[in-house]
């Protein structure tokens, strides 16, 4: 058959492949503790699922929505960015809904760029924007993030001619997977860099309420006054624990947005209304809510990171997402020591390298198992020989 050379460079989605490995060991009868992937176990909380009832139930709310979603959650996103950020958004032009934020990230590549375009990412990073770069046909520049540098690109580094040619650069803050966060000083400097550059600047930013301190919290859009270009995309899945609904947004330059949706407005035709409108729901009666996942996420933290300590082991000192980021004790790669701990204890992790070269000597843990699970892996690592 005659198929696509386009696909030829991107490898097979590490998180599918992760869940195969379980699913096969889970099949054998063993007991697998899933710290693996990053979806929220906890189920969306009740006054979310109540209100899809009777948005399903309401007659009008099957058809097919506007191409930039229903205005009741593009305002809702607006109210989000005005109340928690003090960024005035113009809803109708500066935002568009998503079927969650992994698909506009990908599609956002393909709007923007064209073939041999340089965009650039960080290394390590969520696998998506290499994948969707690659589809697109661009050529990809990696800044390496460092933890002597707290994980924080230096765009000092940044070969000139590479700045000239580059239509887009993403970062991710609060960071996957490291936890990161990224400061005022940074996006000062992003935000100025993209400008000379005529670069359009992208945070990701998926993880902005998964936090210790929500007063920690920054927007990208905080920096960019002008709203010339930059774009935050978001979620619903890790805040409200919406990950299985498919809902999310992109804020900020009217340009941009505009772009993706010529794109979108081809290719799909939006979220069901009923996921919207409860989305709008979400992030309007939400702040309870993400207070008391937070509390849990702090205590499942220092339940892991107890047992990583008694073994020696060094830990990223991060204050956002719901990761542990660990250095592989020393003598092992990345992907032997997840494996190490799977054939051993049970308990499935991500190894550095799933994100790029510069997470060897890295693992990755996620929160998002039950207290309990989160107790017996605890166990499970102490009592694990290495
Ligand atoms: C950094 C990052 N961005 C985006 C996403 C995608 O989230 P969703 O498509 O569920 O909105 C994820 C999911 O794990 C993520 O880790």
């Given at each position: 058959m005659k198929i696509a050379n386009r696909m030829s460079k991107v490898p097979d989605y590490i998180f599918a492949e992760l869940e195969s490995i379980e699913n096969n060991l889970i099949s054998q009868g063993e007991d697998i503790i899933n710290?693996?992937?990053?979806?929220?176990?906890?189920?969306?909380?009740e006054f979310l699922v109540q209100k899809m009832v009777q948005y399903v139930e309401e007659k009008d709310n099957y058809n097919y929505s506007p191409y930039a979603g229903i205005d009741e959650f593009n305002m809702a996103v607006a109210d989000y960015y005005k109340k928690n950020f003090d960024v005035q958004l113009d809803y109708k032009k500066e935002v568009i809904t998503l079927i969650g934020s992994k698909e506009g990230i990908a599609h956002l590549f393909l709007s923007v760029t064209d073939i041999g375009d340089y965009v650039i990412i960080p290394n390590p990073s969520y696998p998506v924007y290499e994948a969707a770069a690659e589809i697109s046909g661009c050529s990809v520049y990696k800044m390496s993030l460092a933890e002597k540098n707290n994980y924080i690109p230096k765009l000092e580094n940044i070969y000139e001619d590479v700045a000239k040619r580059a239509k887009l650069l993403i970062v991710n803050y609060p960071n996957n997977p490291t936890g990161a966060l990224a400061n005022d000083e940074f996006y000062k400097k992003l935000v100025e860099f993209g400008k000379k550059n005529n670069i359009i600047i992208v945070n990701d930013?998926?993880?902005?309420?998964?936090?210790?301190?929500?007063?920690q919290r920054l927007s990208l859009l905080q920096f960019d006054k002008e709203k010339g270009h930059c774009i935050e995309f978001g979620t619903l899945s890790k805040s409200y624990n919406m990950s299985g609904w498919r809902i999310g947004y992109a804020a900020g330059c009217s340009e941009v947005i505009e772009r993706l949706l010529l794109l979108k407005g081809n290719f799909d035709s939006g979220q069901f209304i009923p996921i919207q409108k409860t989305g709008a729901y979400a992030l309007t009666h939400g702040d309870a809510f993400i207070d008391y996942i937070n509390k849990i996420y702090k205590k499942r933290r220092e339940i892991i990171e107890d047992a990583l300590l008694k073994k020696n082991i060094h830990i990223y000192n991060s204050n956002g997402t719901f990761y542990i980021w660990f250095k592989v004790p020393s003598g092992y790669k990345s992907y032997e020591f997840s494996q190490l701990m799977l054939k051993k204890s049970g308990i499935m992790i991500t190894p550095g390298t799933a994100f790029g070269d510069l997470g060897e000597g890295y693992c990755r843990i996620s929160l998002t198992a039950s207290d309990e699970r989160i107790k017996s892996a605890a166990q499970r690592i102490i009592e694990m020989d290495f």
């Open positions: 710290l693996g992937i990053g979806d929220p176990d906890i189920p969306t909380p930013s998926a993880y902005i309420n998964i936090c210790n301190n929500k007063n």
